[in-house]
């Protein structure tokens, strides 16, 4: 079991900078890949950026070159680094921890949410 919580969200004016943080506990051993994903009203949730052990990353084509994803995976954390924010980028951004069961089997956790708000 892990459990993971998100923070930093916030109100932030287009054109400013906000960091995420994932913190995640339990059974961390078991976290492979990372990741962050979003979800604005009235759409469906989509990828943002994702991290996996080895530090390799993948983002989404519209937050290339303005998001950074990092992983610390001593304390078990995750961050997203935003800058250059835009009004779409306004969205509860969720955490997601994929990992690997005793049986072999894969599984995702994910994060309660924050929101983050970028006014024009």
């Known amino acids: 079991q892990v459990q993971l919580v998100e923070s930093g969200g916030g109100l932030v004016q287009a054109g400013g900078s906000l960091g995420l943080t994932c913190a995640a506990s339990?059974?961390?051993?078991?976290?492979?890949?990372m990741g962050w994903y979003r979800q604005a009203p009235g759409k469906q949730r989509e990828l943002v950026a994702t991290?996996?052990?080895?530090?390799?990353?993948n983002y989404a084509n519209d937050v290339k070159g303005r998001f950074t994803i990092s992983r610390d995976n001593a304390k078990s954390i995750v961050y997203l680094q935003m800058n250059s924010l835009k009004p779409e980028d306004t969205a509860v951004y969720y955490c997601?921890?994929?990992?690997?069961?005793?049986?072999?089997?894969?599984?995702?956790?994910w994060g309660q949410g924050t929101q983050v708000t970028v006014s024009s």
């Open positions: 997601k921890g994929v990992v690997l069961r005793s049986s072999g089997s894969f599984g995702d956790y």
């Open positions: 991290i996996s052990n080895d530090g390799s990353t």
């Open positions: 339990g059974s961390t051993f078991r976290l492979r890949a």
